[in-house]
T-cell receptor, first 113, second 109 residues
């Protein structure tokens, strides 16, 4: 299936732990994104990579570090997790400036306890 | 910075038309999108409009754009219970989509 796939779908972890979320797309897109959706459903962009180069880096704590090993993958590593990091994290991909919109993954629900 | 505002909630009866409104601040938006999010799922692209258009119709969906007032609306004709979801407008400019909180559409049988 052509898609944007994220793993894991659910992640429950304790405060202070380090965790990673993985994202892969097989749509041939050159740009990938991480968005955070809070409990009020507000969606905010965190990072964007175009051809493995970081092009958008919004104001997020430096505990969050994206890594793009190639155009098809964008992972998100989070150090020293805090309660406030609990949210749904969405990966998305697009063709840069093509106007065709983003394709989103199904999300990773992160719960920090 | 860029901002997107939508009313948070809309309730309609099955078979009625629904109109979801959106205002935005980024005047450089080239494409403006509507996404749908069902519970526990990701965002699904519904439709979009190019910034030099006033209207676009796509089956039951009609998008209206007032670029001067930076106002975008989505009309869903003959709303069905399966249309119940959160709807996000997302103006696209400077290489990123800006989302607001979305509008929760409740369709009553």
């Amino acid at each position: 299936d052509t898609a944007v796939s994220q793993t894991p779908k659910y992640l429950v972890t304790q405060m202070g732990n380090d965790k990673s979320i993985k994202c892969e797309q097989n749509l041939g897109h050159d740009t990938m994104y991480w968005y955070k959706q809070d409990s009020k459903k507000f969606l905010k962009i965190m990072f964007s990579y175009n051809n493995k180069e970081l092009i958008i880096n919004e104001t997020v704590p430096n505990r969050f570090s994206p890594k793009s090993p190639d155009k098809a993958h964008l992972n998100l590593h989070i150090n020293s997790l805090e309660l406030g990091d609990s949210a749904v994290y969405f990966c998305a991909s697009s063709s840069w400036r093509s106007g065709t919109g983003y394709t989103f993954g199904s999300g990773t629900r992160l719960t920090v306890v | 910075g860029e901002d997107v505002e939508q009313s948070l909630f809309l309730s309609v009866r099955e078979g009625d038309s629904s109109v979801i409104n959106c205002t935005y601040t980024d005047s450089s938006s080239t494409y403006l999108y509507w996404y749908k999010q069902e519970p526990g799922a990701g965002l699904q692209l519904l439709t979009y409009i190019f910034s030099n258009m006033d209207m676009k119709q796509d089956q039951r969906l009609t998008v209206l754009l007032n670029k001067k007032d930076k106002h975008l609306s989505l009309r869903i004709a003959d709303t069905q219970t399966g249309d119940s979801a959160i709807y996000f407008c997302a103006p696209g400019g400077t290489g990123k989509l800006i989302f607001g909180q979305g509008t929760t559409l409740q369709v009553k049988p």
